[in-house]
C-alpha cells in the first residue's frame, strides 16, 4: 500500500528566508507526483507536476525534484514571501486512477 | 481554457437528511472525474472516480455513492447523511489517469 509522508508538518520562516519542504513515498512504482497548495478552507491548486521519468520541474521561485528510485520529492521555495503561507501538499499516482495524498506541511512566511 | 465548479460552499444538513453535490467541468471532453473527502487533520481521500459517463469506480464503503449522468457532470450523493459524512468535498479531474489533476474549490459539509 502506498503510503505519503510530508516533513515538517508546519514550518515558520522569516520573510525572504529560501526553504525546502520534503515528501517521501513507500512505492517507487508511480506514473507521477505533484505538489499542491491549499489556503485556507480552499480548493487545491497545482503547482507542479513531475513525471516519473523527470528529475525536477521549476516554476517561478518553486523548484521540485523527484528521486523515485529512493521515494523522494523536495519543493523548494526561493525568497520566500508572506504570500507564500499556505499548506503545501504532495501527491503520487501509483500505477491506477488515484492520487495518494500526504498530510501536508502548513507554511507560514513571516514579514 | 478548462474550469471546474463545484457548489454549494458550504452546507449544513441533519442528520438523516439527502444530499447532492455537483461538480461541472468546462473546456475539455471526457475528462476523468473524482470525488475526495479532506477530514480535519487527515489528508485526502479519494471517494470515487470515474472514466466516462455512467463508468464509477467507489475506492471505499460508505454511506455515499457517485454518478456521471453527463460527460462533464459529476455528482456525489447521499439518501440519508450520518454525522459522520462532515467533511471537506473536493472534485477534481484531469485529462488521463497520468497527467495533472486540477482540484475545484471544495464543499464544507457540516453535518448536525
Known amino acids: 500500500k502506498q503510503e505519503v509522508t510530508q516533513i515538517p508538518a508546519a514550518l515558520s520562516v522569516p520573510e525572504g528566508e529560501n526553504l525546502v519542504l520534503n515528501c517521501s513515498f513507500t512505492?517507487?512504482?508511480?506514473?507521477?507526483l505533484q505538489w499542491f497548495r491549499q489556503d485556507p478552507g480552499k480548493g487545491l491548486t497545482s503547482l507542479l507536476l513531475?513525471?516519473?521519468?523527470?528529475r525536477e520541474q521549476t516554476s517561478g521561485r518553486l523548484n521540485a525534484s523527484l528521486d523515485k528510485s529512493s521515494g523522494r520529492s523536495t519543493l523548494y521555495i526561493a525568497a520566500s514571501q508572506p504570500g507564500d503561507s499556505a499548506t503545501y501538499l504532495c501527491?503520487?499516482?501509483?500505477?491506477?486512477?488515484?492520487?495518494?495524498f500526504g498530510a501536508g506541511t502548513i507554511l507560514r512566511v513571516k514579514s | 481554457s478548462q474550469t471546474i465548479h463545484q457548489w454549494p460552499a458550504t452546507l449544513v444538513q441533519p442528520v438523516g437528511s439527502p444530499l447532492s453535490l455537483e461538480c461541472t467541468v468546462e473546456?475539455?471532453?471526457?475528462?476523468?472525474l473524482y470525488w475526495y473527502r479532506q477530514a480535519a487533520g487527515r489528508g485526502l481521500q479519494l471517494l470515487f472516480y470515474?472514466?466516462?459517463?455512467?463508468?464509477i469506480s467507489s475506492e471505499v464503503p460508505q454511506n455515499l455513492s457517485a454518478s456521471r449522468p453527463q460527460d462533464r457532470q459529476f455528482i456525489l450523493s447521499s439518501k440519508k447523511l450520518l454525522l459522520s459524512d462532515s467533511g471537506f468535498y473536493l472534485c477534481?479531474?484531469?485529462?488521463?489517469?497520468?497527467?495533472?489533476?486540477?482540484f475545484g474549490q471544495g464543499t464544507r459539509l457540516t453535518v448536525v
Open positions: 473546456g475539455t471532453s471526457n475528462p476523468n
Open positions: 513531475i513525471q516519473s521519468s523527470q
Open positions: 501527491a503520487v499516482r501509483p500505477s491506477g486512477n488515484k492520487l495518494v
Open positions: 512505492d517507487s512504482a508511480i506514473y507521477n
Open positions: 477534481a479531474w484531469s485529462v488521463l489517469q497520468n497527467t495533472e489533476a486540477f
Open positions: 470515474s472514466v466516462g459517463i455512467g463508468q
